[in-house]
């Protein structure tokens, strides 16, 4: 019995590595990109704002999908196509390691940690983190959370940001950011906490709620791609640059930020 | 493997504790519920049918992550506060006592008739029957399929994660997605899962023997 259990456990785990003995890190991402006239992107499903599905059409749709679809034209030319897959927090860095997308513009903060997995293009975005809290909540910055439960999101870095500014905060990690929010109406927390930019979207679709404390990190956001990947990284940067030039850039928020009340959106604005 | 094991083992041996705990518990109320809800399905009073294979019905027929979600997000909403370990303990809990029903029923039904009937013409009533007579001989019965049952709560307590439970399967999610090391977090808790359910297989085997 003991001997078929070990054999057993060495035969799953030597078919769960070849799975992901595929080394992408060797082909060139650009190169595949260019041949098949197509960049397949992860972006968020449940984020007003920046990727959030129409329930009209299925489609993505928000500031992240609008600028990989810029990216996409700077990079292919105007034939070029831009496929979309919904991603979460969890699931963006695995679906990216694995190949099944070039790249992931999906609200995600360049951070040393994920340095070390992935690389990042340039901050196309700098958010900051906040809070969302019910409109007769009695915190009003981060430092009344201590002693209180936060609502986070697992795999996003505002988890360990909360811990180091409140120490006694207890933390809970929900799925997406729609579970997060139902879970916050239904005062399974306090206080719901990630990008400003996320939250304010959230405020919009809940009225009873509203964004406060201000920004007590910096979250540039990055368009992800895999280890080495630095053609397809300085691709992405000079598209991004291209954009800032030209206006295109400073359009895009205006569109998605300036009916956001309470957004300053201005201030977001690249040259 | 072991790598991410020693960094993190507050963690996982925390959320093996949560796992545990939920485990026992719904399996002890599961256990009870179940058996009263086998009994009234078999119930000579119509009504306590209806109610029972009602109660079965339901709760065999939604999925697990949907009434853990109910208890979660809408009781709290409308009735009262409970946290995600309770809501995912209530949902283990429902959930599982309706398959515990049925195999208990199945037992109760496999039991010839003439133990009733032996019963009864002894003096005792139904419910005296019942108590002394046929439930002991049916939980022996199902003792193998009672078992898959434990098991499969066992597993399904993972339904924790999606509640903040603090469970193994919360705790593995949170560790793979700060060290991105996905295979190994997932690994090491598969293990861990492992270390719970084998031993209750075993144990169960062990008193099939012992019993049957």
């Given at each position: 019995?003991?001997?078929?259990?070990?054999?057993?456990?060495?035969?799953?785990?030597?078919?769960?590595?070849?799975?992901?003995?595929?080394?992408?890190?060797?082909?060139?991402?650009?190169?595949?990109?260019?041949?098949?006239?197509?960049?397949?992107?992860?972006?968020?499903?449940?984020?007003?704002?920046?990727?959030?599905?129409?329930?009209?059409?299925?489609?993505?749709?928000?500031?992240?999908?609008?600028?990989?679809?810029?990216?996409?034209?700077?990079?292919?030319?105007?034939?070029?196509?831009?496929?979309?897959?919904?991603?979460?927090?969890?699931?963006?860095?695995?679906?990216?390691?694995?190949?099944?997308?070039?790249?992931?513009?999906?609200?995600?903060?360049?951070?040393?940690?994920?340095?070390?997995?992935?690389?990042?293009?340039?901050?196309?975005?700098?958010?900051?983190?906040?809070?969302?809290?019910?409109?007769?909540?009695?915190?009003?910055?981060?430092?009344?959370?201590?002693?209180?439960?936060?609502?986070?999101?697992?795999?996003?870095?505002?988890?360990?940001?909360?811990?180091?500014?409140?120490?006694?905060?207890?933390?809970?990690?929900?799925?997406?950011?729609?579970?997060?929010?139902?879970?916050?109406?239904?005062?399974?927390?306090?206080?719901?906490?990630?990008?400003?930019?996320?939250?304010?979207?959230?405020?919009?679709?809940?009225?009873?709620?509203?964004?406060?404390?201000?920004?007590?990190?910096?979250?540039?956001?990055?368009?992800?791609?895999?280890?080495?990947?630095?053609?397809?990284?300085?691709?992405?940067?000079?598209?991004?640059?291209?954009?800032?030039?030209?206006?295109?850039?400073?359009?895009?928020?205006?569109?998605?930020?300036?009916?956001?009340?309470?957004?300053?959106?201005?201030?977001?604005?690249?040259? | 493997?072991?790598?991410?094991?020693?960094?993190?083992?507050?963690?996982?041996?925390?959320?093996?504790?949560?796992?545990?705990?939920?485990?026992?518990?719904?399996?002890?109320?599961?256990?009870?519920?179940?058996?009263?809800?086998?009994?009234?399905?078999?119930?000579?009073?119509?009504?306590?049918?209806?109610?029972?294979?009602?109660?079965?019905?339901?709760?065999?027929?939604?999925?697990?992550?949907?009434?853990?979600?109910?208890?979660?997000?809408?009781?709290?909403?409308?009735?009262?506060?409970?946290?995600?370990?309770?809501?995912?303990?209530?949902?283990?809990?429902?959930?599982?006592?309706?398959?515990?029903?049925?195999?208990?029923?199945?037992?109760?039904?496999?039991?010839?008739?003439?133990?009733?009937?032996?019963?009864?013409?002894?003096?005792?009533?139904?419910?005296?029957?019942?108590?002394?007579?046929?439930?002991?001989?049916?939980?022996?019965?199902?003792?193998?399929?009672?078992?898959?049952?434990?098991?499969?709560?066992?597993?399904?307590?993972?339904?924790?994660?999606?509640?903040?439970?603090?469970?193994?399967?919360?705790?593995?999610?949170?560790?793979?997605?700060?060290?991105?090391?996905?295979?190994?977090?997932?690994?090491?808790?598969?293990?861990?899962?492992?270390?719970?359910?084998?031993?209750?297989?075993?144990?169960?085997?062990?008193?099939?023997k012992k019993l049957a």
């Amino acid at each position: 019995m003991k001997k078929k259990f070990w054999l057993f456990s060495l035969l799953a785990s030597l078919l769960l590595l070849t799975g992901c003995g595929r080394s992408l890190s060797d082909q060139s991402v650009l190169d595949n990109v260019k041949r098949t006239n197509t960049i397949s992107w992860g972006v968020k499903g449940d984020v007003k704002l920046f990727g959030l599905i129409d329930v009209k059409d299925g489609q993505q749709k928000g500031f992240d999908v609008d600028m990989a679809k810029a990216i996409t034209r700077h990079i292919l030319g105007p034939t070029g196509k831009a496929e979309f897959t919904t991603t979460t927090s969890q699931s963006r860095v695995p679906l990216l390691k694995n190949g099944n997308v070039d790249a992931v513009i999906a609200t995600m903060s360049i951070t040393p940690e994920r340095k070390k997995v992935i690389s990042f293009s340039k901050s196309y975005f700098d958010a900051g983190q906040s809070l969302l809290v019910p409109k007769n909540s009695p915190i009003h910055s981060v430092k009344d959370l201590n002693g209180k439960t936060v609502i986070g999101v697992v795999g996003a870095n505002s988890v360990a940001n909360v811990k180091k500014v409140a120490p006694k905060a207890r933390v809970i990690e929900l799925q997406d950011y729609a579970q997060a929010m139902n879970a916050l109406k239904s005062h399974q927390g306090d206080a719901l906490t990630t990008d400003n930019g996320i939250l304010f979207g959230l405020a919009v679709q809940n009225p009873g709620f509203q964004v406060r404390g201000g920004t007590f990190t910096v979250e540039p956001y990055g368009v992800a791609v895999n280890k080495g990947q630095t053609g397809f990284t300085e691709a992405v940067d000079k598209a991004v640059l291209e954009m800032q030039h030209d206006g295109e850039y400073n359009r895009l928020i205006k569109k998605w930020f300036g009916d956001v009340p309470g957004f300053k959106y201005k201030e977001l604005y690249r040259k | 493997m072991i790598n991410i094991f020693s960094h993190f083992s507050n963690q996982l041996l925390v959320g093996l504790g949560w796992t545990v705990l939920s485990s026992v518990i719904a399996l002890f109320f599961s256990l009870i519920i179940g058996t009263i809800f086998a009994i009234m399905e078999i119930a000579p009073n119509k009504t306590l049918q209806v109610v029972g294979r009602a109660y079965v019905e339901i709760f065999r027929n939604i999925p697990l992550l949907v009434i853990t979600m109910f208890f979660y997000l809408v009781i709290p909403m409308y009735v009262v506060k409970i946290n995600g370990f309770t809501a995912g303990t209530i949902g283990l809990t429902l959930y599982t006592s309706a398959f515990i029903a049925e195999t208990v029923r199945s037992g109760i039904q496999s039991v010839a008739g003439g133990q009733m009937e032996g019963a009864r013409s002894t003096g005792m009533t139904y419910w005296q029957a019942m108590r002394y007579i046929i439930l002991p001989q049916a939980f022996k019965i199902v003792i193998p399929p009672l078992g898959n049952q434990f098991v499969n709560l066992v597993k399904n307590s993972s339904v924790l994660a999606f509640v903040a439970g603090f469970d193994l399967m919360y705790q593995a999610n949170s560790i793979a997605s700060t060290t991105f090391d996905t295979i190994n977090s997932y690994l090491v808790v598969g293990v861990l899962y492992l270390i719970i359910t084998l031993p209750l297989s075993y144990y169960m085997q062990h008193l099939e023997k012992k019993l049957a």
